[in-house]
């Protein structure tokens, strides 16, 4: 990579106030994040302006973050893992939000009430986990470039229905990237597809889902850097409930059915 962002003592800050601007995406602004092809690492973002956030910031239809910094301040800046903590961004149904960086600390992320797109959206240090998916059964959540680190336990939080696709993603010391809620009061059918995901160890599984409520989880080309000894698992199944216990693994790998994968769309660097 010819960028370095090491070089961040030259990178001026500037503090922008007021809330997200809200604009137009134009056409042919939505390219996705490419991650290198190579093994090389994905190219984590430089910010252009910090900005604290005390209260949940609630946006919908086009948002573009213009590479700003979010971090949670006030009631949202306490920085541990309780859960119940409220997200410094919480998107209406069909929103779509592009060039955001949440930094530390993260509290709860970015919630989806609906359908969302986030585009370009990376997590310097995620929260109690990095985004929450609370939508319908027909909702459509998608991920689009973008990256998260840092995740004591999981990234993507599903706790609605519908499907979630993430695509071009850099994931990098993590404990779940995906998990279809395992024992939520509303459990219904979830749907995960991954596919071209930079994956850097430590991290615990790539995605949990509930084979008992027929959810499905499909992976290709994804990528694991730095895990000698295939630690990582793919695709972890479990026995999901209503009533708030923890639930049992039941298998992991593919098995035709929940866990959607050949061998060889895993691939080890
Ligand atoms: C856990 C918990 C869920 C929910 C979730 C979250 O999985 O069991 O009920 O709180 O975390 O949204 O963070
Ligand atoms: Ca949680
Ligand atoms: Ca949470």
Redesign the pocket.
Known sequence: MAKNHRRKFFTKRKTIVGSLSAGVLVAGALTSTSLMSTASAAEWPTPSGDKGVSQTQELSGEVDGKMVRYFGEGDLGGGGQG?GQDPILKLADGTTLKNVIIGSPAADGIHCEGSCTLENVWWEDVG??AATFRGGDNATYNINGGGARGAD??VL?FNGGGTLKVNDFAVKDFGKLVRSCGNCSDQTDRHVELNNVEVTAPGKSLVGVNENYGDTAKLSRIRILGDEDQKIKPCVRYQGNDSGDEPEETGEGPDGKTCLYKESDISYE
């Open positions: 859960e109690e986990d336990d999981k939080q």
